[in-house]
């Protein structure tokens, strides 16, 4: 049973088009993290979102954390062809420091 | 480059041999991870250091793999009897105290097993 389900799983869209990325749980996290991979890499952080109902913009990207801090979103405005790439949700229960992360949605912004 | 550092960036190996791979955190980090990333799939949490000590194992860690951090800075990944499910991109991280979720990733290394 995977803990955080992430949705889409492949997002093909063209450049110019908003998007958003789902990550839902049944549990509750302390904070949750959005990463960014690209292949042969590993990910780098994007942001982390701590309180619930929180919302953090970062250029054209725009995170949310749900009020029961379960479930988080991720929304790209005007997508670039830059910003193809694997994007994953990643968070930490309460009394852990491990980091558990979703499958990931693999985005594709064709030009 | 002080970033974290990952060697070798790629490991081909024959079913049955022992691979070690080696991470370098950065500095002033004292957490340090291991996860495993098999193609189509988020990283999975093998296990984490705070300092010397290893504080969590995951049970994908069989009693084939071992992790050490000797002195609290760099660490070793070693797998032995290596199977072809071994197959995949082992990614260490580090992060430093209180800023538990921000991990900063190598680039990972990369092991086949034919």
Redesign the interface.
Known sequence: TQLLEQSPQFLSIQEGENLTVYCNSSSVFSSLQWYRQEPGEGPVLLVTVVTGGEVKKLKRLTFQFGDARKDSSLHITAAQPGDTGLYLCAGVRGGSEKLVFGKGTKLTVNP | DTG?SQDPRHKITKRGQNVTFRCDPISEHN?L?W?RQTL??????LT?F?NEAQ??KSRLLSDRFSAERPKGSFSTLEIQRTEQGDSAMY?C?SSSRGR?????????S?LTVL
């Open positions: 974290v957490r991870y996860y189509g799939q988020g990283p999975e949490f984490y705070q504080l969590e990614l991280a538990a979720g921000e991990l900063f990733f190598g680039e990972g990369r």
